[in-house]
Antibody, heavy 113, light 112 residues
């Protein structure tokens, strides 16, 4: 059974930084592209970033380019999202996603003073 | 980015009655490999989204057969033949033909 467990969320001030982690199990981690998708409170789903199976290719939605960095450690079966220069509009639940069917439970990031 | 437009944004349905949600994309979701990368999700209250339908009309494992998807190109529909209480939540369509994957605004289904 695929399991994706996000962690690292919390309250951070505007302009601050946070690193999210997604610990994966139940599949061959280094065979899959992985994604981050976020959902602001009471709002819809927004795609954030992706990283290829070996980490050589990354993608970012325009709103986070230059501020967020996606990475992975295939030896630790862990996906990361380093977020910096955080803004109030980055407040959301951040989901780790494998393919189209496997979603973690999400971790809440709140950017507020 | 591909824009996904869902209608309606909310639905109130009596149990046992049908429901239908439309999703339109700003460009064709038909890939050169012959597949159409349109997906439907249900997000139940307090939960992560769960996949219902993939590639327009294929039901994901364990999804009841009262759920069906149809459409082609840029116009797609999710139908629930007989709504049950457990179907409440927000339904999203999503395109996966080109990054970034984009979602419709969501359709909130409630039970009358």
């Amino acid at each position: 059974e695929v399991q994706l467990v996000e962690s690292g969320g919390g309250l951070v001030q505007p302009g601050g930084s946070l690193r999210l982690s997604c610990s994966a199990s139940g599949f061959t981690f280094n065979n899959y592209t992985l994604h981050w998708v976020r959902q602001a409170p009471g709002k819809g789903l927004e795609y954030v970033s992706a990283i290829s199976s070996k980490g050589g290719k990354t993608f970012y939605v325009d709103s986070v380019k230059g501020r967020f960095t996606i990475s992975r450690d295939n030896s630790m079966n862990t996906l990361y999202l380093q977020m910096s220069s955080l803004r109030a509009e980055d407040t959301a639940v951040y989901y780790c996603v494998k393919g189209v069917k496997d979603w973690g439970q999400g971790t809440l990031v709140t950017v507020s003073s | 980015d591909i824009v996904m437009t869902q209608t309606p944004l909310s639905l109130s349905v009596t149990p046992g009655q049908p429901a239908s949600i439309s999703c339109k994309s700003s460009q064709s979701l038909l890939h050169s490999d012959g597949k159409t990368y349109l997906y439907w999700y249900l997000q139940k209250p307090g939960q992560s989204p769960q996949l219902l339908i993939y590639e327009v009309s294929s039901r994901f494992s364990g999804v009841p057969d009262r759920f069906s998807g149809s459409g082609s190109g840029t116009d797609f529909t999710l139908k629930i033949s007989r709504v049950e209480a457990e179907d409440v939540g927000v339904y999203y369509c999503m395109q996966g033909i080109v990054l970034p994957d984009t979602f419709g605004q969501g359709t909130k289904l409630e039970i009358k």
